[in-house]
Nanobody
């Protein structure tokens, strides 16, 4: 069993920054990728960013140039640095872990609110 715990969410004004962190623990023998999804009120959950075990990254078009994903594989951690935040970034952000042969593991989410 795998547990994912997110932290770092909160409220910020437009143009501000937040850094999300996620720590994975449990039965983790190998990792294909870690990443972040988000779900805004009334909308479907969507991928935000991902990073593979070989450190290849991918981003949603809406966050490119503003968000940066990074990882500490030795500690099973993933981070999301979010700069130049916009009100449309308001959502619950979920950490995910992709292991070989398994469906995605999900954290419980952390709220990010961007408002003046």
């Amino acid at each position: 069993q795998v547990q994912l715990v997110e932290s770092g969410g909160g409220s910020v004004q437009p143009g501000g920054s937040l850094r999300l962190s996620c720590t994975a623990s449990g039965s983790i023998l190998a990792i294909n990728a870690m990443g972040w999804y988000r779900q805004a009120p009334g909308k479907e959950r969507e991928p935000v960013a991902a990073i593979t075990s070989s450190f290849a990254t991918s981003y949603a078009d809406s966050v490119k140039g503003r968000f940066t994903i990074s990882t500490d594989n030795a500690k099973n951690k993933v981070y999301l640095q979010m700069n130049s935040l916009k009100p449309e970034d308001t959502a619950v952000y979920y950490c995910i872990l992709q292991r070989p042969g398994f469906s995605k593991d999900w954290g419980r989410g952390t709220q990010v609110t961007v408002s003046s």
